[in-house]
Structures are given as structure tokens and as C-alpha cells.
């Protein structure tokens, strides 16, 4: 009989075959095993887990997988974690158990996640790959009838392509119906010189903002559309938001339009609110680009979305690396994941990626702090990635304690 290959991709293909794939039900047992593997550290239970969260983790051998973001390498983690359990024997290594592992290993290998000896970044070198646990991994790819495999020579062979990043968790689109107080006050100095050198339109704006100062809002509002009818594109946008607070959709929506169509980037971003409120998804794709073109970065991070939502993933990086230019912290954290899970083995680029999410971390985003940690671990700054990973979990994020409790960060 010939003696199994596990090297070779399709032996392990032909473990988990493509005919027995299911999306929806896999993620769902994936989920189940997360609970699992979590609640208990018997042997029977870390099985069970890993076989659950296995069938998550087969779509991987079949182009991109269904796991974003970091489930992916902590799937392979906690798979290769709950295989390597000492049975109540001391000794036996099922073929259940062996099947895991070498499912867990051809996906770390798919991503190079791998000792830098075997041709990769070390990511998940410690502790699979030292002692006892070493062992085990070249038990479960050895040939019939022998005790060891060869490591060095599984990932030496058939690697597998790196699939295109997966989408990231939505954000949350709202209209804009203030300014940032420094945006605010720089516009409202400008439009006040202007109103001293004597311009109409800029004189109408300064009445409108001092009656909406002292609670006169009718008196407001009748100024705020007298300079947008002389043509002041600012208040277009603010004739539009003061409409929208008093209930007057479609008033709002008019000078919304009105100033969009006059470059106004804020006005045709809330244009995109209020189509995507009214389930018009053509009409917010429209109004989001043509503010994200202005170079509005909500605008960016609502094209992001969508190009995610819509599984476009040149529209997604495209839009994503053109907000963050913007300073926009979705899309730095969102533009950093997705160079990092394009280039796992660069680390040139790694740095990239992880200079985004630290950026984004610092303003608050508790995705970035959670992916900064991924990234300094895999970078192998241990510390960093703890300091990261504690902030994330201070900011809510539902992971960074497991994630600093099963890598010993």
C-alpha cells in the first residue's frame, strides 16, 4: 500500500471533503465549539471542541475560508490546543485527534504561520513546536506504520495561495448634523471674515449662527436658507441639518442636495444616512462615494462597509487605504487588517499594518487595540502586544483576555 502524503494538500482535502462544506452550519458549530473549549479542559470536551471548530476551519483548504480577522489564527490555535490534550492514557494519539492537527497545519502553513525554521514567522511557534508537543505534531503527519513524521518537509511542500482578506465587523453610518468643535470653529472664523470684507451671503450666515446661539431657531433657520439661496455652500449644509432636527425631511434633504452638488463632502455623506434610513441602498452607495470622493472619511468608511458587505475586495481596499489617508480610524484599522492578513510573512509590511492600528487604537477604536496586540505578538513583541491587548480589554472587546490568557502574552 502506498504510504499517505500528508505534505500534499489533497491528502488532507481528502479527510475534509469540499462535498460535506455548509457556511451557515459550520460557522454555527464553530461557535459552539468557542463555548465549549472556553467552559471546559477535559479531555472528552477539548475533542469535541476541536472537532466542532474544525469545520469552520476546512473551508480554508478550499480557496478563502469563512473566519475573518483574528478567529482565523486563534481557530488554529485553540484546534491545535485541544488535539495535543493528554488523553486519559498518557499516550494514545487518536485518529480524530491526528486528523485536527493536520488540518490546523496545513492552514498555519497556507498563512505561513509557522517556526521561522520551517519558512515561516514564528507566529505559532511556541508552544506547538518545543518538547513533548513537537512530537505529537510529527506523530500525527507520519506515514503508516512509522512514529515520526517530518516537519521541516510538510512545510516545505504545497503551500497553499493566500485567499483574499475576509470582510470586517460593519460599522455604524450616522449623519454628521455637527462639525468636530475645531472643524466647527475654523469654518464659522472664515465665513465671519468674510462677512467683516462685506460678502451678503457670509453677513446672512453670521445672523443665523448668533440666533441659533441665543435659542432663536425659526430666526435661524430663516437666515441659515437666506445665505444658501446667495449661493454659501456652508450653509446649504446647515440650512439641511437644522431642517433635519425639526423634522423637516425633506427640506433637509433638498439643501443636502443642493449643497453636495456644489462639492459640499458632509452634505452628500448625510444624504447617504438618510438614503441608507430609507433602505434606498443604490442611493446611499451614490451619495457615500460622491462624498467619500470629496474626501469626506465617514464617507470612505461607509464605501468600506459596503464593499465588505458586498464581498468586493479591491473596492474594499481601495476605499479603506483612501480613509485612512483621511485619518479616519475605521478605515486605518480596517486598511491595516486587511495588509496584514494579505502579507502575513512580510514584516515590512506587518509594520505598516500594525503603525495603522496603533494609530487608530490611540483614538479610541477597541478593534484596533485588539488587532495591534495580534500584530505586535506575531511581530514577536510580546510586551507591546500586552499592553495592546489589556487596553482592549479595558475598551470592551469581547477576545483580548482569551487571546492574553491562551499566548501567555
Not at 483574499?164 to 468643535?181: I, K, S, V, W
Request: glycine share 10%; charged share 20%.
Amino acid at each position: 500500500m502506498e504510504e499517505t502524503d500528508w505534505s500534499q494538500v489533497d491528502s488532507i482535502r481528502g479527510e475534509w471533503p469540499v462535498g460535506e462544506l455548509d457556511a451557515d452550519n459550520d460557522l454555527a458549530a464553530w461557535r459552539a465549539g468557542q463555548r465549549v473549549y472556553e467552559a471546559n479542559d477535559d479531555y472528552r470536551s477539548m475533542m469535541q471542541a476541536g472537532a466542532l471548530m474544525c469545520q469552520a476551519l476546512q473551508h480554508e483548504l478550499y480557496g478563502q475560508g469563512i473566519l475573518a480577522g483574528s478567529d482565523l489564527p486563534e481557530t488554529v490555535h485553540s484546534v491545535l490546543f485541544a488535539s495535543i490534550t493528554a488523553p486519559p492514557d498518557g499516550w494514545t494519539l487518536t485518529d480524530q485527534a491526528s486528523r485536527q492537527i493536520r488540518l490546523a497545519m496545513t492552514v498555519m502553513k497556507k498563512h505561513g504561520w509557522q517556526p521561522a525554521a520551517m519558512g515561516g514567522n514564528g507566529a505559532m511557534e511556541r508552544p506547538f513546536f518545543q518538547g513533548g508537543n513537537y512530537m505529537l505534531l510529527t506523530r500525527a503527519i507520519a506515514a503508516e506504520k512509522r512514529r515520526q513524521g517530518d516537519l521541516k518537509g510538510f512545510f516545505a511542500k504545497n503551500p497553499i495561495d493566500i485567499p483574499a482578506p475576509m470582510a470586517a465587523p460593519g460599522t455604524q453610518a450616522r449623519a454628521d448634523y455637527l462639525d468636530d468643535p475645531v472643524a466647527l470653529a475654523t469654518r464659522v472664523e472664515n465665513i465671519f471674515g468674510e462677512a467683516d470684507a462685506g460678502d451678503a451671503a457670509s453677513q446672512a450666515y453670521r445672523k443665523a449662527f448668533a440666533a441659533q446661539e441665543r435659542g432663536d431657531v425659526a430666526a435661524a433657520l430663516y437666515h441659515y436658507e437666506e445665505a444658501a439661496q446667495l449661493g454659501l455652500v456652508d450653509a446649504m449644509y446647515d440650512a439641511g441639518c437644522l431642517n433635519f432636527e425639526l423634522g423637516r425631511t425633506s427640506a433637509g434633504i433638498f439643501w443636502w442636495e443642493t449643497g453636495a452638488k456644489s462639492g459640499h463632502a458632509k452634505s452628500a455623506y448625510n444624504l447617504g444616512v438618510a438614503a441608507l434610513q430609507a433602505v434606498d441602498l443604490p442611493g446611499a452607495r451614490q451619495w457615500y462615494q460622491r462624498a467619500a470622493e470629496l474626501g469626506d472619511g465617514g464617507g470612505c468608511a461607509a464605501m468600506t462597509q459596503m464593499a465588505a458587505d458586498a464581498d468586493d475586495k479591491q473596492a474594499e481596499m481601495h476605499w479603506s487605504r483612501q480613509g485612512a489617508e483621511l485619518e479616519h480610524p475605521f478605515c486605518q484599522m480596517r486598511y491595516g487588517q486587511l495588509l496584514f492578513q494579505a502579507n502575513p510573512n512580510d514584516r515590512t509590511v506587518m509594520q505598516r499594518a500594525l503603525s495603522l492600528e496603533e494609530r487608530a487604537a490611540e483614538t479610541g477604536e477597541a478593534n484596533a487595540m485588539f488587532l495591534a496586540g495580534i500584530i505586535n505578538g506575531q511581530l514577536g513583541h510580546r510586551s507591546e502586544a500586552r499592553r495592546w491587548l489589556e487596553q482592549a480589554e479595558r475598551a470592551g472587546h469581547p477576545r483580548a483576555r482569551t487571546v492574553i490568557d491562551k499566548y501567555g502574552f
